[in-house]
């Protein structure tokens, strides 16, 4: 050890040796299970930069908790079923956090985490601050970042969804159709996701020819309400849209409650396509063409890679992403011709 370094965590030692946590556990606690070039490096690390021994945790327990920016509508369903299906194949069981919308998780919550020394933590759509990181490596439990909000940091694994190519595949089958008065509404303007979409959308429209006009650019929040007001706003424009992409499977709801207000029928005056394909809005009247984003399967991949970091092993990659797919039905038509 040099004299000008202070030892390292083994979070630090990890990210260095570009290995798990778990991993720098087995290491310096002389476990077998680690192959001869990845221990000879991370040995190394330590005589370069030293390791201050921290208290080994307890076995952790057969629980895999699951923290929600918010426990609303279909989407935390779609996702705990993904993470119930195999979690109940290795016998866990799956606890639940409710943020309330936050978007990082409290220091409260660290510490029931801390406490109940679960299997691991998949955070949905919500991350946690570089502090919180930290304590959870120094305890040995992973964390996979499912649908983040944001660009994930310090190489912290995540499953995502491919959204860029569902905005554009969801303006592409409407500008098939002959639509060129396309609005979009977005999610919030923080939101991965959401800019992801809103890119894919400008993208079809520019290799199509078709200007894209501000004023077609309704922000939402991802919200029933949020896609009632914008749609309003758009569909009381003197050169109204004749599409509306909503990013998201509830906004989508909230334009068909404003085109029912104004005496709009779907898809006679208006199309309108989603982003989700959550399993009420086949039953939306008409049923709703969407985007599908397997958010089951994105589940059960990240529940996958969690237990694979649980038990030590390297994963081949950090980023995994699941194609999205169009599923037309009956809310989307070409536009009405002129009155004659």
């Given at each position: 050890?040099?004299?000008?370094?202070?030892?390292?965590?083994?979070?630090?030692?990890a990210?260095?040796?570009?290995?798990?946590?778990?991993?720098?556990?087995?290491?310096?606690?002389?476990?077998?299970?680690?192959?001869?070039?990845?221990?000879a490096?991370?040995?190394?690390?330590?005589?370069?930069?030293?390791?201050?021994?921290?208290?080994?945790?307890?076995?952790?327990?057969?629980?895999?908790?699951?923290?929600?920016?918010?426990?609303?509508?279909?989407?935390?369903?779609?996702?705990?079923?993904?993470?119930?299906?195999?979690?109940?194949?290795?016998?866990?069981?799956?606890?639940?956090?409710?943020?309330?919308?936050?978007?990082?998780?409290?220091?409260?919550?660290?510490?029931?985490?801390?406490?109940?020394?679960?299997?691991?933590?998949?955070?949905?759509?919500?991350?946690?601050?570089?502090t919180?990181?930290?304590?959870?490596?120094?305890?040995?439990?992973?964390?996979?970042?499912?649908?983040?909000?944001?660009?994930?940091?310090?190489?912290?694994?995540?499953?995502?969804?491919?959204?860029?190519?569902?905005?554009?595949?969801?303006?592409?089958?409407?500008?098939?159709?002959?639509?060129?008065?396309?609005?979009?509404?977005?999610?919030?303007?923080?939101?991965?996701?959401?800019?992801?979409?809103?890119?894919?959308y400008?993208?079809?429209?520019?290799?199509?020819?078709?200007?894209?006009?501000?004023?077609?650019?309704?922000?939402?929040?991802?919200?029933?309400?949020?896609?009632?007001?914008?749609?309003?706003?758009?569909l009381?424009?003197?050169?109204?849209?004749?599409?509306?992409?909503?990013?998201?499977?509830?906004?989508?709801?909230?334009?068909?409650?404003?085109?029912?207000?104004?005496?709009?029928?779907?898809?006679?005056d208006?199309?309108?396509?989603?982003?989700?394909?959550?399993?009420?809005?086949?039953?939306?009247?008409?049923?709703?063409?969407?985007?599908?984003?397997?958010?089951?399967?994105?589940?059960?991949?990240?529940?996958?890679?969690?237990?694979?970091?649980?038990?030590?092993?390297?994963?081949?990659?950090?980023?995994?992403?699941?194609?999205?797919?169009?599923?037309?039905?009956?809310?989307?038509?070409?536009?009405?011709?002129?009155?004659?």
């Amino acid at each position: 050890m040099t004299a000008e370094s202070s030892p390292l965590t083994i979070a630090q030692l990890a990210e260095l040796a570009g290995v798990s946590t778990a991993t720098v556990s087995k290491v310096v606690n002389g476990r077998s299970e680690v192959s001869s070039g990845t221990r000879a490096a991370v040995e190394e690390l330590i005589r370069q930069h030293g390791y201050r021994r921290q208290r080994r945790r307890s076995t952790a327990a057969a629980l895999v908790e699951l923290v929600f920016h918010a426990l609303e509508g279909d989407y935390p369903v779609e996702i705990t079923k993904g993470v119930a299906e195999v979690a109940r194949e290795h016998e866990l069981m799956v606890g639940i956090s409710d943020l309330h919308h936050d978007r990082t998780a409290g220091d409260a919550w660290l510490k029931g985490v801390l406490r109940r020394r679960p299997s691991g933590v998949i955070a949905v759509f919500s991350g946690l601050t570089e502090t919180q990181h930290e304590q959870l490596a120094r305890r040995e439990i992973p964390l996979i970042l499912l649908d983040p909000a944001d660009a994930p940091v310090r190489n912290i694994p995540s499953v995502g969804a491919g959204n860029w190519n569902g905005g554009l595949t969801a303006t592409r089958h409407l500008l098939e159709l002959g639509h060129r008065r396309i609005a979009i509404i977005t999610g919030p303007d923080s939101a991965l996701s959401s800019r992801a979409r809103l890119d894919g959308y400008r993208t079809a429209l520019d290799m199509a020819g078709v200007p894209v006009d501000p004023e077609l650019v309704g922000r939402g929040d991802f919200l029933i309400e949020g896609g009632l007001t914008e749609a309003h706003r758009l569909l009381r424009l003197p050169d109204r849209p004749t599409a509306i992409f909503a990013t998201n499977d509830g906004q989508a709801i909230g334009v068909y409650h404003a085109a029912h207000q104004l005496g709009l029928r779907i898809p006679g005056d208006l199309s309108v396509i989603g982003f989700d394909d959550m399993p009420s809005v086949r039953w939306a009247i008409p049923p709703l063409t969407t985007i599908r984003q397997p958010l089951a399967e994105m589940a059960a991949a990240a529940t996958s890679m969690l237990l694979r970091l649980a038990h030590g092993e390297q994963l081949p990659q950090s980023r995994v992403e699941l194609a999205t797919e169009l599923v037309i039905r009956k809310s989307t038509a070409p536009p009405a011709l002129p009155p004659t």
